[in-house]
């Protein structure tokens, strides 16, 4: 199959590399890519935001599926006219993707649908902020409204940084101030075409920058999957899945079926398990970055089957995804700096040394070559996966990758996966 993947992080790399690994001779193109997808498959110079091009790009090309990678492009609307030109696109037009870019809109959603999520006021002046947050009380949850990079959230004990935050986002647009829950996070992807649901295997990520779940939050420093832990509480991992499908993915796809504008790829379900139940804190309409470095190692069913069959409306006569019971762990080096003032611009070595680790593969975020030198590029630099026949092993060896790595000041975080390891499980 002619693939075109827009994007140019380690999401995208990890798509890529799934479909590669199919071995099934696709020709895949990649806009505009990274330096370490651009080893692998051609790249071209597209701006993945500008509708017209990338359609004129497809059309001419014969490329029989796109696959839209990050939000800002779904946001604005790229796969809309890929659609209406009869382009198989994996990726929701601009009316659905708005689950991601409005939280406004997600809740409407959300509570039009009966799905469960925490409490939430949309507040337009710092005086409707401040009577709000003081009714809610701490710990206070202050959430931009519109996409903000991954910079849009402040949970904090803190008043007056809630309040400032407030102040900060309200020059951008509306703000929502939540009710703060309690959990354990887990995040679930759901393909979808419009109308049939089908989940994905469960993953966690870290998004504080430091151990002990310290620190600013980030796109996220690390993920595993799956969560053996679930069954403790849900009986299996299935049963939790199940549910999440039928208490939250499902209603929401068939509500915006309903309103005319269905909901074609991923929907990423952010949870956080209360004692309460299962509530969603956000929705994303893609694969989230660094999950999908966990979850796609572990499909078995050929990743672009399932893409094609979401694209094209019939993901309900297409096999179930399958994986294997073992896991994946992936840490993201990231620039010194990050996320608030990213140095970049240094030089990455060691990485053959890593790759010579088993088990391990890496997937590059933001990396260019310059000359014959490896150059980081931005903030979360790099994702070292892993995989083995227990966490143990995959957590050993992902580390192991990780100190043979160089970059001047990166930071990565050490204890990811700690909790399932270790032999408890
Ligand atoms: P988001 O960008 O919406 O994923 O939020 C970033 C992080 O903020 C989440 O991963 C949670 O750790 C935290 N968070 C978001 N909403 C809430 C909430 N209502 N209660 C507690 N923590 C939250
Ligand atoms: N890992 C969080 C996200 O992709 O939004």
Known sequence: MRILVLGSGAREH????ALLREDAGHEIVVAPGNAGIAEQVEVVHLDPSNGA?????????????????????????????????GIPVFGPGKAAAAL???????KRVMDAAGVPTGRATRVGTLDEAVTVLDEFGAPYVVKADGLAAGKGVLVTSDRDAAVEHVTYWLQHGSVLVEEHLEGPEVSLFFLSDGHTVVPLSPAQDSKRLRDGDEGPNTGGMGAYSPLPWLADRFGSEKDFVDEVLDTVATPTVRQLEHEGTPFIGLLYAGLILTEQGVRVIEFNARFGDPETQVVLPRLVTPLSGLLLAAATGSLGNHEAPRFVPTPA???????????EAVVSGREITGLDDALAVAGVHVT????????????????????????????????GRVYEAVSRIRLEGSQHRTDIAARVAGGAR
């Open 53 to 85: 091009v990338v359609t004129e790009y497809a059309l001419e090309n014969d490329v029989e599926l796109v696959v839209v990678g990050p939000e800002a492009p779904l946001v604005t609307g790229v796969a809309d006219p890929l659609r209406s030109r």
């Open 100 to 106: 991601e870019g409005s939280k406004t809109f997600a």
């Open 14 to 17: 990890a798509i890529i590399t």
């Open 364 to 395: 590059h975020a933001a990396t260019a070559r310059l000359d014959d030198r490896l150059i980081a590029t931005g903030g979360r630099v790099l994702s070292v996966v892993a995989e083995g026949k227990d966490f143990e092993e995959a957590r």
């Open 329 to 339: 762990v992936t840490v993201v080096l990231a620039s010194e700096g990050y996320p």
